[in-house]
């Protein structure tokens, strides 16, 4: 039943920054563990970053040192701050539950550019 609209996502140049959000509803959101997710043309969907309910946080190697992954219980929120972003990490970002994500349930995601 989770719900989750990301947002943020748009054109920047490398070495750029952006910030994503993600709004979830349809669970008690506090109990799950989220995570970033993101899928370029032509490729599998990888994951990039996740959070678990008591905040310990992971990353993918390619991400790591640029990307901080947080969450706001109050207001039932995931963002992924990504700085020094390289064209590599051009790809649709989504966010989900891990636990969502295995059953293949996805949202729209949002549209990360790194282009000069």
């Known amino acids: 039943q989770v719900h989750v609209v990301e947002s943020g996502g748009g054109l920047v140049q490398p070495g750029g920054s952006l910030r994503l959000s993600c709004a979830v509803s349809?669970?008690?959101?506090?109990?799950?563990?989220m995570g970033w997710y993101r899928q370029a043309p032509g490729k599998q969907r990888e994951m990039v970053a996740t959070?678990?309910?008591?905040?310990?946080?992971n990353y993918a190697d390619s991400v790591k040192g640029r990307f901080t992954i947080s969450r706001d219980n109050a207001k039932n929120t995931v963002s992924l701050q990504m700085n020094s972003l390289n064209p590599e990490d051009t790809a649709v970002y989504y966010c989900n539950a891990p636990s969502i994500a295995r059953s293949g349930s996805w949202g729209q995601g949002t549209q990360v550019t790194v282009s000069s």
């Open positions: 349809g669970v008690l959101f506090s109990n799950y563990a």
């Open positions: 959070i678990t309910s008591g905040s310990v946080t």
